[in-house]
């Protein structure tokens, strides 16, 4: 089953959801708005992705800013806490099949988990 990380207020998010949606892919959507992803979880992700947090993170939103998560010298743990803290921090969409993960940009990244 794909666990899809889901903003339904993103056009790329709506798209990539409906590409797997038509081809019957099982899903476990997780609108992380709503229920932002534990610590824990968001390790996972990195290690699916093959990434550090800082490169989960959409360095264009107002808290990325706001909470100076620009500085270098920030440890991946307190990039994971403001992910967590603040979810709209997190890139969407992302899709996770066991240890395999891909972000969906553009949305056709995640028929490679097909």
Do not use: W
């Not at 699916?48 to 100076?68: C, F, N, T, W």
Request: hydrophobic residues 40%; glycine residues 2%.
């Amino acid at each position: 089953m794909i666990r899809f990380y889901h903003n339904p207020r993103c056009s790329k998010s709506r798209e990539a959801l409906k590409l797997l949606q038509e081809r019957a892919a099982p899903l476990d959507i997780v609108e992380y708005l709503k229920t932002p992803p534990s610590i824990e979880e968001l390790q996972q992700l990195c290690r699916a992705l093959g990434v550090s947090p800082r490169q989960i993170m959409r360095s264009k939103e107002d808290d990325y800013v706001r909470l100076h998560l620009d500085d270098v010298s920030l440890e991946d743990k307190h990039l994971l806490q403001a992910i967590h803290s603040h979810p709209q921090l997190l890139e969407r969409p992302i899709a996770l099949l066991d240890n395999r993960a891909v972000i969906g940009r553009p949305p056709e990244q995640v028929l490679s988990l097909l």
